[in-house]
């Protein structure tokens, strides 16, 4: 008669409202002094009772039909006694500090704080994972990891800076080799303040300037070169290319040669052109003469030439139709 009535409905209805009146006064009261862990222990012992609770009523229904009250009453007690011990574990991890749970959690922090530092190195975020690490060592003690963690950041950002700064010099370098000079000398200047810190940067518009003077070099030497051996349209190919780079007191040590090169090139056109016109190869004299025009404009030559150069032209359609 005594677990009878200790199992009787009234009584697991009294222990069931009981546990659940505590578990929702815990979440209000969380929620009254805005603290998680309050309310989410309020909320975690109230699922426990009310999944619970169908357990107990079947165990009951159970005893009554088998007549097996003693031993389903054991069974009922120990259920109550986990769900009681459930209840103190929850109340007593509630009433923890935050200090004393991260201290209680600090492993899987640990796991977690290492992992996302991880993730910002492969993500080449350095401020960010530097800002983790000092988690880690100020706020967690783990200064070994941290300063691990610090020199693969510094290791990873180097090797990445100088993979930058590689590609940026080499795209200045395709520049100078185009002899694009202007481009060239703003890029270099871009390169020395973005990657300032790298000591590869160093004189990259001095480098600019030097293979500008060396091209200068080369043209000025291969201009004496065709004009002392009577290539003469490709000594003024390089006569007009000096004619960006020499400035008039620089020009004046090539003056001579440069018109003993336009003397003769523009004899050799007029020889040409007369040639062309007594042959009557209308389409090379109409060639020919347009030549003159274009590179000795102020020439009588260029004025005859142009006297005649419509009549040229014709007579060249005329034979091509």
């Given at each position: 008669?005594?677990?009878?009535?200790?199992?009787?409905?009234?009584?697991?209805?009294?222990?069931?409202?009981?546990?659940a009146?505590?578990?929702?006064?815990?979440?209000?009261?969380?929620?009254?002094?805005?603290?998680?862990?309050?309310?989410?222990?309020?909320?975690?012992?109230?699922?426990?009772?009310?999944?619970?609770?169908?357990?107990?009523?079947?165990?009951?229904?159970?005893?009554?039909?088998?007549?097996?009250?003693?031993?389903?009453?054991d069974?009922?007690?120990?259920?109550?006694?986990?769900l009681?011990?459930?209840?103190?574990?929850?109340?007593?991890?509630?009433?923890?500090?935050?200090?004393a749970?991260?201290?209680?959690?600090?492993?899987?922090?640990?796991?977690?704080?290492?992992?996302?530092?991880?993730?910002?190195?492969?993500?080449?975020?350095?401020?960010?994972?530097?800002?983790l690490?000092?988690?880690?060592?100020?706020?967690?003690?783990?200064?070994?990891?941290?300063?691990?963690?610090?020199?693969?950041?510094?290791?990873?950002?180097?090797q990445?800076?100088?993979?930058?700064?590689?590609?940026?010099?080499?795209?200045?370098?395709?520049?100078?080799?185009?002899?694009?000079?202007?481009?060239?000398?703003?890029?270099?200047?871009?390169?020395?303040?973005?990657?300032?810190?790298?000591?590869?940067?160093?004189?990259?518009?001095?480098?600019?300037?030097?293979?500008?003077?060396?091209?200068?070099?080369?043209?000025?030497?291969q201009?004496?070169?065709?004009?002392?051996?009577?290539?003469?349209?490709?000594?003024?190919?390089?006569?007009?290319?000096?004619?960006?780079y020499?400035?008039?007191?620089?020009?004046?040590?090539?003056?001579?040669?440069?018109?003993?090169v336009?003397?003769?090139?523009?004899?050799?056109?007029?020889?040409?052109f007369?040639?062309?016109?007594?042959?009557?190869?209308?389409?090379?004299?109409?060639?020919?003469?347009?030549?003159?025009?274009?590179?000795?404009?102020?020439?009588?030559?260029?004025?005859?030439?142009?006297?005649?150069?419509?009549s040229?032209?014709?007579?060249?359609?005329?034979?091509s139709?």
């Amino acid at each position: 008669m005594e677990n009878e009535g200790i199992l009787s409905p009234g009584w697991v209805a009294a222990i069931y409202g009981s546990a659940a009146a505590l578990s929702g006064a815990t979440a209000i009261r969380g929620l009254m002094i805005q603290n998680d862990q309050w309310v989410l222990a309020g909320l975690v012992a109230l699922i426990l009772t009310i999944t619970t609770l169908p357990i107990c009523i079947a165990l009951r229904s159970r005893s009554t039909d088998h007549n097996s009250s003693s031993i389903d009453a054991d069974r009922i007690r120990t259920q109550l006694k986990n769900l009681n011990e459930s209840i103190s574990s929850l109340d007593e991890n509630m009433v923890l500090s935050d200090d004393a749970r991260r201290v209680i959690n600090r492993r899987k922090e640990k796991e977690l704080l290492c992992r996302a530092i991880k993730e910002d190195i492969e993500l080449e975020d350095w401020d960010a994972g530097l800002v983790l690490i000092r988690e880690l060592a100020e706020r967690f003690g783990y200064r070994s990891e941290a300063e691990d963690f610090r020199a693969k950041i510094e290791t990873a950002r180097s090797q990445t800076l100088q993979r930058d700064v590689n590609e940026a010099i080499a795209r200045l370098d395709s520049m100078i080799s185009a002899n694009k000079w202007g481009p060239a000398m703003t890029e270099a200047a871009r390169i020395s303040r973005v990657y300032h810190d790298s000591p590869s940067v160093d004189g990259l518009r001095h480098r600019v300037e030097q293979a500008k003077e060396h091209y200068k070099y080369e043209i000025e030497r291969q201009f004496l070169h065709a004009a002392q051996d009577n290539r003469l349209d490709e000594a003024m190919e390089l006569l007009k290319e000096m004619d960006h780079y020499l400035t008039e007191h620089e020009s004046e040590q090539f003056t001579e040669v440069a018109r003993g090169v336009i003397g003769k090139a523009r004899e050799n056109l007029g020889v040409q052109f007369k040639l062309a016109v007594n042959d009557k190869a209308w389409d090379t004299a109409a060639n020919v003469g347009q030549r003159i025009i274009e590179e000795f404009p102020n020439s009588r030559m260029a004025s005859e030439v142009r006297s005649m150069i419509d009549s040229i032209r014709q007579r060249a359609e005329s034979i091509s139709r």
